[in-house]
Nanobody, 119 residues
Framework: QVQLVESGGGLVQAGGSLRLSCAPSGFVHSINAMAWYRQAPGKQRELVAAITSGGNTNYADSVKGRFTISRDNTKNTLYLQMSSLKPEDTAVYYC?????????????WGQGTQVTVSS
């Protein structure tokens, strides 16, 4: 069974940086689109950034110019480089991937990693 495993969250001061990583724990044949979402307490989950298998990206307006999404297709790993972090970036960040394994193509979610930005 494929699971997405995130890492890199933590506590950082405003203005600081963090780098999140996400990789599948099981074997996958291929991964198409990948994305990062986040959910703050009392709010709906929202898209932060997405990237296609070809490297095309899109970002939420709130993170443009501060966050960079990237992927290493040789390792099936997704990254999110977060800079100039603000307290309003505090949330649980989730990895999302459209992946094909021996059982078919499905959308998978990670378990989430907490990012806390102090003022």
């Amino acid at each position: 069974q494929v699971q997405l495993v995130e890492s890199g969250g933590g506590l950082v001061q405003a203005g600081g940086s963090l780098r999140l990583s996400c990789a599948p724990s099981g074997f996958v044949h291929s991964i198409n689109a990948m994305a990062w979402y986040r959910q703050a307490p009392g709010k709906q989950r929202e898209l932060v950034a997405a990237i296609t298998s070809g490297g095309n990206t899109n970002y939420a307006d709130s993170v443009k110019g501060r966050f960079t999404i990237s992927r290493d297709n040789t390792k099936n790993t997704l990254y999110l480089q977060m800079s100039s972090l603000k307290p309003e970036d505090t949330a649980v960040y989730y990895c999302n991937a459209d992946a094909t394994s021996h059982i078919g193509t499905y959308v998978y979610w990670g378990q989430g990693t907490q990012v806390t930005v102090s003022s």
